[in-house]
């Protein structure tokens, strides 16, 4: 597979997607600390959003992951499972759920790390979640938080 490498320097990061992806505007209106949205222009079965704010102090990455869990259990996500995991080689947690709705499913898997008092969360979302296993997990493993 060939990857393009999108640096976001004001945020703080850079991300590697396929090279036939494209980038989207944030919609801030699904967050306010969504920085970048990624897909693939003729198939909208997989997609990322990087997420990027203020972390608290001694905040780990499982906090955030639980703190997020509840607003995702708000928008109708189940079947939660957090575990630890590496985003970018960095101690991260990955949270993984999935909102069921008329026999289709969208399974979101979301790693958290938290730097300097920063968190960052990418976001990767899927229709196809068995087919999209080991492009989310090359996705995670290139993910760099620059100036570190």
């Known amino acids: 597979m060939e990857w393009q490498r999108i640096e976001k320097a004001e945020y703080g990061y850079a991300v590697h997607v396929p090279d036939d992806w494209d980038e989207r505007p944030p919609n801030l209106k699904n967050s ?11 198939d909208r079965r997989h997609s990322m959003i990087v997420f990027r704010g203020p972390g608290r102090p001694g905040m780990t990455p499982a906090d955030v992951a639980e703190l ?3 607003t995702l259990l708000a928008a109708g996500y189940a079947d939660f499972v957090i575990s630890d995991a590496d985003l970018g080689g960095r101690r991260a947690a990955r949270l993984d759920c999935a909102r069921h709705d008329a026999g289709r499913v969208w399974a979101v898997r979301e790693y958290f790390v938290v ?3 920063v968190r960052f969360c990418l ?10 296993d080991a492009l989310f997990t090359a996705m995670a493993e290139r993910f760099e938080i620059l100036g570190a």
């Open 32 to 42: 306010p600390w969504e920085t970048a949205r990624f897909g693939q222009p003729s």
């Open 123 to 132: 976001g990767l979302g899927s229709s196809v979640p068995d087919e999209d």
């Open 68 to 70: 997020v869990q509840g």
């Open 115 to 117: 730097d300097d008092g």
